[in-house]
């Protein structure tokens, strides 16, 4: 059984970086052909993709969000991490990671219970 655990701060000041890591279990982040991916949803609204880091260390981002997100990994740990930079309060949200399979994109299979980020000053 997969797991994935999603942690970091829970609050973040508008302008800073938010920084989460989520922590799998029970597989192995570079098993082909999986992905790995970070999904939000802020409140009151529907899911976004956001990027995804392939078993084989490729990434994969979402266009808006492209140019302030970067999603590493440390295979020694079985972790992947999402930095999001110059946030503002409109990246409050439920961050979730999630494994796909066969897809970068969807497919996703096993969820984080989500961790709520706030930002606000």
């Known amino acids: 059984q997969v797991q994935l655990q999603e942690s970091g701060p829970g609050l973040v000041k508008p302008s800073q970086t938010l920084s989460l890591t989520c922590t799998v279990s029970g597989g192995s982040i570079t098993t082909s052909y999986y992905y790995w991916s970070w999904i939000r949803q802020p409140p009151g609204k529907g899911l976004e993709w956001m990027g995804a880091i392939a078993y084989d260390g490729r990434t994969y981002y979402s266009p808006s969000l492209k140019s302030h997100t970067s999603i590493s990994r440390d295979t020694s740990k079985n972790q992947f991490s999402l930095q999001l930079s110059s946030v503002t309060p409109e990246d409050t949200a439920v961050y979730y990671c999630?494994?796909?399979?066969?897809?970068?994109?969807?497919?996703?299979?096993?969820w984080g219970k989500g961790t709520l980020v706030t930002v606000s000053s």
């Open positions: 999630a494994r796909l399979q066969g897809s970068p994109y969807y497919g996703m299979d096993y």
